[in-house]
């Protein structure tokens, strides 16, 4: 980062919050869908494809959160 005066200031993570060493937990990965999901799709789509991808147990959900993904597009 670089401050107004001119120094700057860094730093170096190992394992960034997100990565496999330093997972986001359940609801902060719920959290950061839904900020990013439901300006797009709308907040029913975006609970949709949230409860479509839990309750998957092999790639059949893709048709749910698909659907629910399409649907919310549709949200004007």
């Known amino acids: 980062m670089e401050l107004t005066g001119g120094r700057t200031h ?9 990565e496999p060493a330093n997972p986001l937990s359940d609801e902060a990965l719920e959290e950061k869908v839904r900020r ?6 709308g ?5 949709e494809l949230i409860d479509a ?10 048709t749910a ?7 919310g597009a549709l949200v004007g």
């Open 10 to 18: 860094t730093t170096w993570v190992q394992h960034p919050y997100g």
């Open 36 to 41: 990013l999901c439901e300006p797009v799709v």
């Open 43 to 47: 907040g029913s789509a975006t609970t």
């Open 53 to 62: 991808v839990r309750a998957f147990a092999d790639l059949g959900f893709l």
């Open 65 to 71: 959160a698909d659907r629910a993904v399409r649907a």
